[in-house]
Protein backbone atom coordinates (compact mmCIF):
# COMPACT_ATOMS: atom_id res chain seq x y z
CA UNK A 1 0.00 0.00 0.00
CA UNK A 2 1.18 3.70 -0.73
CA UNK A 3 0.08 5.75 1.67
CA UNK A 4 0.58 9.99 0.21
CA UNK A 5 1.38 12.08 2.88
CA UNK A 6 -1.63 14.69 2.16
CA UNK A 7 -5.06 15.13 4.02
CA UNK A 8 -8.18 17.26 4.00
CA UNK A 9 -5.63 20.20 4.47
CA UNK A 10 -3.91 19.60 0.81
CA UNK A 11 -0.51 19.41 0.53
CA UNK A 12 1.64 19.41 3.70
CA UNK A 13 3.85 22.18 4.04
CA UNK A 14 6.73 20.83 6.94
CA UNK A 15 8.76 17.60 7.46
CA UNK A 16 6.59 17.21 11.19
CA UNK A 17 3.29 17.80 8.73
CA UNK A 18 4.37 15.11 6.54
CA UNK A 19 4.94 12.91 9.37
CA UNK A 20 1.68 13.44 11.45
CA UNK A 21 0.14 12.13 8.49
CA UNK A 22 1.77 8.84 8.01
CA UNK A 23 1.54 8.14 11.66
CA UNK A 24 -2.62 9.03 11.07
CA UNK A 25 -2.42 6.42 8.18
CA UNK A 26 -0.50 3.88 10.11
CA UNK A 27 -2.84 4.19 12.51
CA UNK A 28 -6.15 3.82 10.55
CA UNK A 29 -4.55 1.21 8.23
CA UNK A 30 -3.19 -1.49 10.99
CA UNK A 31 -7.44 -0.89 12.19
CA UNK A 32 -8.33 -2.96 9.27
CA UNK A 33 -5.35 -5.45 9.33
CA UNK A 34 -2.61 -3.80 6.94
CA UNK A 35 0.82 -4.15 8.19
CA UNK A 36 3.18 -0.84 8.95
CA UNK A 37 5.56 -3.41 6.88
CA UNK A 38 3.40 -3.15 4.17
CA UNK A 39 3.42 0.38 3.88
CA UNK A 40 5.23 2.51 1.53
CA UNK A 41 4.95 6.61 2.48
CA UNK A 42 5.14 8.93 -0.09
CA UNK A 43 6.37 12.40 1.51
CA UNK A 44 4.77 14.08 -1.39
CA UNK A 45 8.06 15.67 -3.44
CA UNK A 46 7.52 19.24 -4.49
CA UNK A 47 9.22 21.53 -7.52
CA UNK A 48 12.07 22.96 -6.28
CA UNK A 49 11.36 26.22 -8.58
CA UNK A 50 8.62 26.95 -6.32
CA UNK A 51 9.73 25.70 -3.27
CA UNK A 52 13.71 25.88 -2.95
CA UNK A 53 13.92 23.85 0.85
CA UNK A 54 12.15 20.99 -0.49
CA UNK A 55 15.07 18.36 -1.03
CA UNK A 56 15.83 19.05 2.27
CA UNK A 57 12.68 18.64 4.13
CA UNK A 58 12.14 14.92 1.65
CA UNK A 59 15.26 14.06 3.23
CA UNK A 60 14.55 15.13 6.74
CA UNK A 61 11.10 12.91 6.26
CA UNK A 62 12.64 10.11 5.27
CA UNK A 63 15.03 9.56 7.39
CA UNK A 64 12.26 10.25 10.37
CA UNK A 65 10.01 7.57 8.40
CA UNK A 66 12.57 5.33 8.83
CA UNK A 67 13.05 5.58 12.41
CA UNK A 68 9.09 4.64 12.75
CA UNK A 69 10.36 1.89 10.69
CA UNK A 70 8.49 3.11 7.35
CA UNK A 71 9.81 2.81 3.76
CA UNK A 72 9.72 5.32 1.21
CA UNK A 73 8.91 6.45 -1.98
CA UNK A 74 9.00 9.46 -3.78
CA UNK A 75 8.55 10.63 -7.69
CA UNK A 76 11.45 12.15 -8.60
CA UNK A 77 10.35 14.26 -11.17
CA UNK A 78 8.61 16.56 -9.62
CA UNK A 79 11.74 17.66 -8.22
CA UNK A 80 12.64 19.22 -11.71
CA UNK A 81 9.23 20.37 -13.01
CA UNK A 82 9.26 24.00 -14.92
CA UNK A 83 12.99 23.91 -14.64
CA UNK A 84 15.62 23.01 -16.99
CA UNK A 85 17.93 19.95 -17.71
CA UNK A 86 15.37 18.05 -16.00
CA UNK A 87 16.95 14.76 -16.24
CA UNK A 88 19.96 16.17 -14.57
CA UNK A 89 18.06 17.09 -11.58
CA UNK A 90 16.00 14.08 -11.35
CA UNK A 91 19.46 12.12 -11.39
CA UNK A 92 21.13 14.74 -8.57
CA UNK A 93 18.05 14.59 -6.41
CA UNK A 94 18.07 10.86 -6.99
CA UNK A 95 21.62 10.81 -5.52
CA UNK A 96 21.28 12.90 -2.47
CA UNK A 97 18.09 10.82 -0.80
CA UNK A 98 20.94 8.60 0.82
CA UNK A 99 17.49 6.95 2.60
CA UNK A 100 15.14 6.63 -0.21
CA UNK A 101 13.66 2.96 -0.06
CA UNK A 102 12.06 3.18 -3.71
CA UNK A 103 11.79 5.92 -6.77
CA UNK A 104 9.34 6.98 -9.74
CA UNK A 105 11.10 7.65 -12.18
CA UNK A 106 12.16 7.36 -15.87
CA UNK A 107 13.70 4.00 -16.84
CA UNK A 108 15.89 5.43 -19.76
CA UNK A 109 17.24 8.45 -18.01
CA UNK A 110 20.64 7.98 -16.88
CA UNK A 111 21.48 8.27 -13.11
CA UNK A 112 24.13 9.70 -12.86
CA UNK A 113 25.74 12.70 -10.73
CA UNK A 114 25.75 15.36 -13.06
CA UNK A 115 24.96 18.90 -12.39
CA UNK A 116 24.43 21.32 -14.81
CA UNK A 117 23.33 25.63 -14.15
CA UNK A 118 20.03 26.77 -15.49
CA UNK A 119 21.19 28.53 -18.78
CA UNK A 120 22.02 31.94 -18.27
CA UNK A 121 19.96 34.77 -18.95
CA UNK A 122 22.24 37.72 -20.21
CA UNK A 123 21.01 41.02 -18.84
CA UNK A 124 22.09 43.62 -21.19
CA UNK A 125 22.26 47.42 -19.52
CA UNK A 126 18.80 48.88 -20.09
CA UNK A 127 19.83 51.95 -17.69
CA UNK A 128 20.05 54.02 -20.76
CA UNK A 129 16.77 53.07 -22.69
CA UNK A 130 13.85 55.36 -22.93
CA UNK A 131 11.78 55.07 -19.96
CA UNK A 132 9.32 52.55 -21.60
CA UNK A 133 12.68 50.26 -22.53
CA UNK A 134 13.41 50.62 -18.97
CA UNK A 135 10.21 49.95 -17.37
CA UNK A 136 9.91 47.00 -19.65
CA UNK A 137 13.27 45.67 -19.10
CA UNK A 138 12.84 45.41 -15.65
CA UNK A 139 10.23 43.51 -15.41
CA UNK A 140 11.78 41.44 -18.48
CA UNK A 141 15.11 40.95 -16.04
CA UNK A 142 12.82 40.30 -12.76
CA UNK A 143 14.97 43.21 -11.23
CA UNK A 144 13.47 43.60 -8.02
CA UNK A 145 16.29 45.80 -7.09
CA UNK A 146 16.30 48.63 -9.73
CA UNK A 147 12.12 48.62 -10.37
CA UNK A 148 10.93 50.97 -7.57
CA UNK A 149 13.51 53.90 -8.65
CA UNK A 150 12.56 53.46 -12.40
CA UNK A 151 8.54 53.26 -11.81
CA UNK A 152 9.32 56.52 -9.31
CA UNK A 153 11.43 58.08 -12.40
CA UNK A 154 8.43 57.38 -15.03
CA UNK A 155 6.11 58.43 -12.38
CA UNK A 156 6.93 62.35 -13.33
CA UNK A 157 6.24 62.03 -17.04
CA UNK A 158 3.65 59.03 -17.20
CA UNK A 159 0.43 58.17 -16.04
CA UNK A 160 0.25 55.25 -13.56
CA UNK A 161 -2.07 53.22 -16.27
CA UNK A 162 0.06 54.32 -18.87
CA UNK A 163 2.75 52.95 -16.75
CA UNK A 164 0.83 49.77 -15.61
CA UNK A 165 0.63 48.95 -19.55
CA UNK A 166 3.84 48.94 -20.64
CA UNK A 167 4.82 46.46 -17.94
CA UNK A 168 1.78 44.52 -18.25
CA UNK A 169 3.10 43.95 -22.08
CA UNK A 170 6.41 43.14 -20.51
CA UNK A 171 4.74 40.14 -18.56
CA UNK A 172 2.77 39.15 -21.08
CA UNK A 173 6.46 38.83 -22.69
CA UNK A 174 8.00 36.78 -19.87
CA UNK A 175 4.90 34.50 -20.51
CA UNK A 176 5.89 34.00 -24.23
CA UNK A 177 9.50 33.32 -22.93
CA UNK A 178 8.53 30.78 -20.96
CA UNK A 179 6.63 29.37 -23.21
CA UNK A 180 9.51 28.68 -25.95
CA UNK A 181 11.52 27.54 -22.89
CA UNK A 182 13.75 30.68 -22.95
CA UNK A 183 12.59 30.80 -19.05
CA UNK A 184 11.99 28.65 -16.96
CA UNK A 185 10.11 29.20 -13.30
CA UNK A 186 12.89 31.37 -11.65
CA UNK A 187 12.67 34.02 -13.78
CA UNK A 188 9.07 34.09 -13.70
CA UNK A 189 8.91 34.31 -10.21
CA UNK A 190 11.54 37.53 -10.29
CA UNK A 191 9.24 39.05 -13.07
CA UNK A 192 5.99 38.39 -11.01
CA UNK A 193 7.43 39.42 -7.97
CA UNK A 194 9.11 42.40 -9.47
CA UNK A 195 5.82 43.42 -11.11
CA UNK A 196 4.11 43.36 -7.56
CA UNK A 197 7.14 45.65 -6.34
CA UNK A 198 6.05 47.98 -8.71
CA UNK A 199 2.10 47.92 -8.33
CA UNK A 200 2.68 48.53 -4.95
CA UNK A 201 3.78 51.74 -5.99
CA UNK A 202 1.14 52.30 -9.08
CA UNK A 203 -1.54 51.71 -6.26
CA UNK A 204 -1.33 54.50 -4.24
CA UNK A 205 -1.37 56.63 -7.75
CA UNK A 206 -4.85 54.54 -8.33
CA UNK A 207 -5.97 54.88 -4.70
CA UNK A 208 -5.91 59.17 -4.61
CA UNK A 209 -9.00 59.89 -6.86
CA UNK A 210 -11.82 59.36 -4.19
CA UNK A 211 -13.35 57.32 -1.34
CA UNK A 212 -16.77 57.11 -1.45
CA UNK A 213 -18.41 53.81 -1.35
CA UNK A 214 -20.43 52.88 -4.32
CA UNK A 215 -20.86 49.64 -3.74
CA UNK A 216 -19.17 46.56 -2.43
CA UNK A 217 -16.99 44.31 -4.67
CA UNK A 218 -16.24 41.03 -3.32
CA UNK A 219 -13.28 39.21 -5.37
CA UNK A 220 -11.35 36.04 -5.37
CA UNK A 221 -8.69 33.69 -7.19
CA UNK A 222 -10.29 30.51 -7.27
CA UNK A 223 -9.80 27.16 -5.69
CA UNK A 224 -5.77 25.43 -6.75
CA UNK A 225 -4.83 28.96 -8.55
CA UNK A 226 -2.29 31.22 -7.00
CA UNK A 227 -2.31 33.93 -9.70
CA UNK A 228 -3.10 37.04 -8.40
CA UNK A 229 -1.50 40.18 -10.35
CA UNK A 230 -4.07 40.50 -12.73
CA UNK A 231 -6.75 40.29 -10.15
CA UNK A 232 -4.79 42.89 -7.89
CA UNK A 233 -4.76 45.15 -10.52
CA UNK A 234 -8.66 45.02 -10.98
CA UNK A 235 -8.98 45.50 -7.27
CA UNK A 236 -6.71 48.56 -7.52
CA UNK A 237 -8.90 50.38 -10.82
CA UNK A 238 -12.42 48.99 -8.69
CA UNK A 239 -10.99 51.39 -5.36
CA UNK A 240 -9.52 54.14 -7.72
CA UNK A 241 -13.68 53.96 -8.56
CA UNK A 242 -14.71 54.46 -5.23
CA UNK A 243 -16.26 50.78 -4.57
CA UNK A 244 -15.20 49.00 -1.27
CA UNK A 245 -13.21 45.53 -2.00
CA UNK A 246 -13.36 42.76 -0.04
CA UNK A 247 -10.18 40.60 -1.44
CA UNK A 248 -10.60 36.85 -0.41
CA UNK A 249 -7.08 36.28 -2.27
CA UNK A 250 -5.60 33.18 -3.99
CA UNK A 251 -6.49 29.28 -4.03
CA UNK A 252 -9.81 30.32 -2.27
CA UNK A 253 -12.09 27.34 -1.97
CA UNK A 254 -15.92 27.19 -2.79
CA UNK A 255 -16.56 27.39 0.79
CA UNK A 256 -14.61 30.18 1.71
CA UNK A 257 -16.36 32.47 -1.04
CA UNK A 258 -19.41 31.37 0.33
CA UNK A 259 -18.63 32.32 3.70
CA UNK A 260 -17.43 35.49 2.81
CA UNK A 261 -20.70 36.26 0.60
CA UNK A 262 -22.81 35.69 3.41
CA UNK A 263 -20.98 37.89 5.52
CA UNK A 264 -20.45 40.65 2.89
CA UNK A 265 -23.57 41.11 1.19
CA UNK A 266 -21.64 41.97 -1.90
CA UNK A 267 -23.00 44.13 -4.72
CA UNK A 268 -21.21 42.24 -7.46
CA UNK A 269 -18.66 38.90 -7.52
CA UNK A 270 -15.81 38.79 -8.84
CA UNK A 271 -13.91 35.49 -9.79
CA UNK A 272 -10.36 35.10 -11.40
CA UNK A 273 -8.54 32.02 -12.63
CA UNK A 274 -5.09 31.92 -15.49
CA UNK A 275 -5.23 28.45 -15.96
CA UNK A 276 -7.58 26.13 -18.20
CA UNK A 277 -7.26 23.85 -15.28
CA UNK A 278 -9.16 25.90 -12.36
CA UNK A 279 -11.45 27.92 -15.31
CA UNK A 280 -13.60 25.13 -15.57
CA UNK A 281 -13.93 24.99 -11.31
CA UNK A 282 -16.03 28.99 -12.06
CA UNK A 283 -18.82 27.14 -12.96
CA UNK A 284 -19.10 24.86 -9.84
CA UNK A 285 -18.30 28.46 -7.44
CA UNK A 286 -21.44 30.18 -9.22
CA UNK A 287 -23.99 27.64 -9.11
CA UNK A 288 -22.95 26.97 -4.93
CA UNK A 289 -23.67 30.78 -4.97
CA UNK A 290 -26.82 30.81 -6.91
CA UNK A 291 -27.67 28.08 -4.34
CA UNK A 292 -27.27 29.57 -1.65
CA UNK A 293 -30.18 32.05 -2.96
CA UNK A 294 -27.29 34.80 -3.82
CA UNK A 295 -28.55 36.66 -6.86
CA UNK A 296 -25.87 39.25 -7.12
CA UNK A 297 -23.84 39.84 -10.73
CA UNK A 298 -20.63 37.29 -10.98
CA UNK A 299 -17.91 38.38 -13.43
CA UNK A 300 -15.31 36.45 -14.30
CA UNK A 301 -11.93 36.99 -15.78
CA UNK A 302 -8.27 36.36 -15.67
CA UNK A 303 -5.80 35.38 -18.99
CA UNK A 304 -7.84 32.14 -20.43
CA UNK A 305 -11.25 32.80 -20.13
CA UNK A 306 -13.44 33.85 -22.69
CA UNK A 307 -16.52 35.96 -23.34
CA UNK A 308 -18.30 32.98 -25.23
CA UNK A 309 -17.18 30.60 -21.50
CA UNK A 310 -18.53 33.26 -19.55
CA UNK A 311 -21.65 33.53 -21.05
CA UNK A 312 -21.98 29.58 -21.42
CA UNK A 313 -22.07 29.82 -17.25
CA UNK A 314 -24.07 33.28 -17.10
CA UNK A 315 -21.37 35.18 -16.05
CA UNK A 316 -20.40 38.74 -17.14
CA UNK A 317 -16.87 38.96 -18.42
CA UNK A 318 -13.95 41.62 -19.32
CA UNK A 319 -10.84 41.36 -20.66
CA UNK A 320 -8.85 43.63 -18.62
CA UNK A 321 -8.95 45.75 -15.25
CA UNK A 322 -10.33 48.78 -17.11
CA UNK A 323 -12.97 46.56 -18.71
CA UNK A 324 -13.84 44.64 -15.50
CA UNK A 325 -14.41 48.69 -14.33
CA UNK A 326 -16.59 49.61 -16.92
CA UNK A 327 -18.77 46.61 -16.34
CA UNK A 328 -18.94 46.68 -12.85
CA UNK A 329 -20.08 50.56 -13.24
CA UNK A 330 -22.86 48.73 -15.48
CA UNK A 331 -23.69 45.89 -13.62
CA UNK A 332 -24.07 48.38 -10.39
CA UNK A 333 -26.94 50.59 -12.63
CA UNK A 334 -28.94 47.44 -13.71
CA UNK A 335 -29.24 46.65 -10.39
CA UNK A 336 -30.27 50.22 -9.04
CA UNK A 337 -32.78 49.78 -11.82
CA UNK A 338 -34.18 46.92 -11.17
C1 LIG B 1 3.30 35.56 -13.50
C2 LIG B 1 2.86 34.12 -13.76
C3 LIG B 1 3.01 33.20 -12.71
C4 LIG B 1 3.48 33.60 -11.31
C5 LIG B 1 2.25 34.15 -10.54
C6 LIG B 1 2.59 35.21 -9.53
C7 LIG B 1 1.35 35.85 -8.98
N1 LIG B 1 1.42 36.27 -7.76
O1 LIG B 1 0.32 36.01 -9.63
C8 LIG B 1 4.00 32.23 -10.76
C9 LIG B 1 5.44 32.05 -11.15
C10 LIG B 1 3.83 32.01 -9.25
C11 LIG B 1 3.18 31.25 -11.61
C12 LIG B 1 2.95 29.95 -11.24
C13 LIG B 1 2.34 29.03 -12.08
N2 LIG B 1 1.94 29.22 -13.36
CO1 LIG B 1 1.86 30.94 -14.20
N3 LIG B 1 1.98 32.48 -15.26
C14 LIG B 1 2.35 33.72 -15.02
C15 LIG B 1 2.29 34.55 -16.34
C16 LIG B 1 3.69 34.63 -16.91
C17 LIG B 1 1.71 35.95 -16.24
C18 LIG B 1 0.36 36.07 -15.54
C19 LIG B 1 0.10 37.52 -15.22
O2 LIG B 1 0.25 37.95 -14.09
N4 LIG B 1 -0.23 38.30 -16.25
C20 LIG B 1 -0.42 39.76 -16.16
C21 LIG B 1 -1.82 40.08 -15.64
C22 LIG B 1 -1.98 41.59 -15.52
O3 LIG B 1 -2.74 39.60 -16.57
P1 LIG B 1 -3.99 38.67 -16.18
O4 LIG B 1 -3.68 37.87 -15.00
O5 LIG B 1 -4.50 38.00 -17.38
O6 LIG B 1 -5.09 39.75 -15.68
C23 LIG B 1 -5.71 40.68 -16.52
C24 LIG B 1 -6.99 40.15 -17.17
O7 LIG B 1 -6.97 38.76 -17.41
C25 LIG B 1 -8.09 40.61 -16.29
N5 LIG B 1 -8.47 39.82 -15.10
C26 LIG B 1 -7.74 39.08 -14.27
N6 LIG B 1 -8.49 38.61 -13.26
C27 LIG B 1 -9.71 39.09 -13.43
C28 LIG B 1 -10.88 38.94 -12.69
C29 LIG B 1 -12.05 39.56 -13.11
C30 LIG B 1 -13.29 39.41 -12.30
C31 LIG B 1 -12.05 40.31 -14.32
C32 LIG B 1 -13.30 40.91 -14.78
C33 LIG B 1 -10.90 40.46 -15.05
C34 LIG B 1 -9.74 39.86 -14.62
O8 LIG B 1 -7.61 41.86 -15.85
C35 LIG B 1 -6.21 41.78 -15.58
C36 LIG B 1 -5.60 43.14 -15.78
O9 LIG B 1 -5.78 43.66 -17.07
C37 LIG B 1 1.31 33.66 -17.20
C38 LIG B 1 1.49 33.78 -18.73
C39 LIG B 1 0.43 34.65 -19.36
N7 LIG B 1 0.75 35.07 -20.54
O10 LIG B 1 -0.63 34.90 -18.82
C40 LIG B 1 1.62 32.25 -16.67
C41 LIG B 1 0.54 31.15 -16.74
C42 LIG B 1 -0.82 31.71 -16.40
N8 LIG B 1 0.98 30.21 -15.71
C43 LIG B 1 0.81 28.97 -16.06
C44 LIG B 1 1.19 27.85 -15.27
C45 LIG B 1 1.01 26.49 -15.90
C46 LIG B 1 1.68 28.01 -13.97
C47 LIG B 1 2.14 26.90 -13.02
C48 LIG B 1 1.33 25.62 -12.99
C49 LIG B 1 3.61 26.64 -13.35
C50 LIG B 1 4.28 25.49 -12.68
N9 LIG B 1 4.83 24.73 -13.52
O11 LIG B 1 4.27 25.34 -11.46
C51 LIG B 1 2.10 27.64 -11.66
C52 LIG B 1 0.68 27.52 -11.09
C53 LIG B 1 0.57 27.60 -9.64
C54 LIG B 1 -0.90 27.61 -9.27
N10 LIG B 1 -1.37 26.57 -8.63
O12 LIG B 1 -1.64 28.54 -9.58
C55 LIG B 1 0.20 28.84 -17.45
C56 LIG B 1 -1.27 28.43 -17.51
C57 LIG B 1 -1.50 27.51 -18.69
C58 LIG B 1 -2.94 27.17 -18.86
N11 LIG B 1 -3.47 27.54 -20.01
O13 LIG B 1 -3.57 26.58 -18.04
C59 LIG B 1 0.52 30.25 -18.06
C60 LIG B 1 -0.48 30.73 -19.12
C61 LIG B 1 1.95 30.15 -18.64
C62 LIG B 1 2.06 29.11 -19.76
N12 LIG B 1 1.95 29.54 -20.98
O14 LIG B 1 2.26 27.95 -19.50
N13 LIG B 1 2.77 31.84 -12.75
Known sequence: MIALCVDDNGLPKTVE????????????????????????????????????????????????LQELGLHSI????????GMPNRENLNAQIFQELDNLSLAIMNPTHTIIRQLQEAPKITKLDYTTLPLEGQLHNAIL???????????????????????NDILI?????????????????????????????????????????????????????????????GKNIVIALAESNNYKVVDLGVNVPVKKILEAVKLNNPDI??????????????????????QIGVMAPIII???????????????????????????INELMKNAKNN
Not at 146 to 159: D, G, H, Y
Not at 302 to 321: F, L, N, P, R
Open 269 to 290: IGLSALMTTTVVGMEDVIKQIR
Open 74 to 81: VGLSNYSF
Open 141 to 163: YGDEENILRVVNKALLTLEAMEI
Open 169 to 229: NALIEVGDKFDKKEYFLPQVLASAATMKLAFSRLKVEFKKTGNKDVGTFLIATVENDIHDI
Open 301 to 327: GGAVVTEEYAKSISASYAKDALGAVRE
Open 17 to 64: DRIRIAKNIVLEAEKIGIKKQNIIVDPVMLTMATNPDIKEIISQTIIK
